[in-house]
């Protein structure tokens, strides 16, 4: 009897060799995010404002599935608890009180 493939062994994990173009490597720079979703996924939408324009510029749209969301907000928010224990709360407002 041909063994069950749960029952075949898995191949090792090969590693992820991860390309970064140029000019993806110099990023955006982005002052405000929108965040739209339906049943099945998010858009995210990274926009860079000028000041005292009228209009204002999307720099880079991601849409990512609910899960993988979920994973970069937890990912995120480590980041964020990381660079507070080194260089303390970041402050979100002029009245001086923490995003916590």
């Known amino acids: 009897m041909p063994p069950l493939m749960a029952d075949a062994p898995k191949p090792p994990e090969a590693s992820l060799?991860?390309?970064?173009?140029d000019d993806v490597a110099?990023?955006?720079?982005v002052n405000?995010?929108?965040v739209n979703h339906t049943e099945t996924e998010f858009t995210l939408?990274?926009?860079y404002v000028q000041?005292?324009?009228?209009?204002?510029?999307?720099?880079?749209r991601v849409i990512?599935?609910?899960k993988h969301l979920k994973r970069l907000l937890v990912a995120m928010q480590a980041g964020v608890a990381n660079y507070?224990?080194?260089y303390g709360p970041l402050v979100m407002s002029d009245d001086g009180s923490s995003m916590n």
Not at 17 to 21: F, H, K, S, T, V
Not at 51 to 60: D, N
């Open 17 to 21: 060799e991860i390309q970064l173009d």
């Open 45 to 47: 939408d990274f926009i």
């Open 26 to 29: 110099n990023g955006q720079y």
């Open 64 to 66: 990512l599935n609910p």
């Open 51 to 60: 000041p005292h324009q009228p209009r204002a510029k999307v720099r880079s």
């Open 32 to 34: 405000m995010a929108l």
């Open 84 to 86: 507070e224990a080194r």
